[in-house]
Antibody, heavy 122, light 113 residues
Framework: QLQLQESGPGLVKPSETLSLTCIVS??????????WGWIRQPPGKGLEWIGS???????YYSSSLKSRVTISVDTSKNQVSLKLSSVTAADTAVYYC??????????????WGQGTLVTVSS | DIVMTQSPDSLAVSLGERATINCKSN????????????LAWYQQKPGQPPKLLIY???TRESGVPDRFSGSGSGTDFTLTVSSLQAEDVAVYHC?????????FGQGTKLEIK
């Protein structure tokens, strides 16, 4: 059964870089069958797509975050990573990794990790 | 960016009754090339990640009870719960995956009356 597990620091200081990893088990990122994405949800608010990536490294980013976001994939470790630079309090959110249903970013997210709360505070 | 607007923001329905949630996009999410609507519905219970219910606007995900159905095309979509059960209490989100950036509605909170 597919499982996605996000991990990383729960507290990041303003102006620093948020770094998260999503480890995939029960399936292979290199299987060519799916894109993989990051989505976040500020406390009590709605969902915001951050970006998506394929095992080849082909990636798509949110226009509003593009200047600060880097998403990468490591097929040998079966993991996807997210880096968000120059964070502020507005970046405080639960960060989810999720799988696109198909090998296209233009598909729904059919499997989600449990999410990890990242708080930006000094 | 495509803006997704859900209505209402919250909804209280009696057990066994029908619940209807609307989602409107400010641009079409219907592909002329394959006639699919690039629209999904998710259910999110407190403290849990979203769960995919419906994709292509009306295709139910495997394992989702058939009391959940999706309809609509172009810019106007509806999620219907035909007979509300206690376990359906959740926030429901629509999402377009027609164009980047992919965007979600603000969510609709469904409660028991």
């Amino acid at each position: 059964q597919l499982q996605l597990q996000e991990s990383g620091p729960g507290l990041v200081k303003p102006s620093e870089t948020l770094s998260l990893t999503c480890i995939v088990s029960g399936g292979s990122i290199g299987s060519r069958s799916h894109y993989w994405g990051w989505i976040r949800q500020p406390p009590g608010k709605g969902l915001e797509w951050i970006g998506s990536i394929y095992y080849t490294g082909s990636r798509y980013y949110s226009s509003s975050l593009k200047s600060r976001v880097t998403i990468s994939v490591d097929t040998s470790k079966n993991q996807v990573s997210l880096k968000l630079s120059s964070v502020t309090a507005a970046d405080t959110a639960v960060y989810y990794c999720a799988r696109h249903r198909y090998n296209s970013p233009y598909s729904a997210f059919d499997s989600w990790g449990q999410g990890t709360l990242v708080t930006v505070s000094s | 960016d495509i803006v997704m607007t859900q209505s209402p923001d919250s909804l209280a329905v009696s057990l066994g009754e029908r619940a209807t949630i609307n989602c409107k996009s400010n641009q079409t999410v219907l592909s002329s090339s394959n006639n699919n609507n690039f629209l999904a519905w998710y259910q999110q219970k407190p403290g849990q990640p979203p769960k995919l219910l419906i994709y292509w606007a009306s295709t139910r995900e495997s394992g989702v009870p058939d009391r959940f159905s999706g309809s609509g095309s172009g810019t106007d979509f509806t999620l219907t719960v035909s007979s509300l059960q206690a376990e359906d209490v959740a926030v429901y989100h629509c999402q377009q995956y027609y164009s980047v950036p992919f965007t979600f509605g603000q969510g609709t909170k469904l409660e028991i009356k």
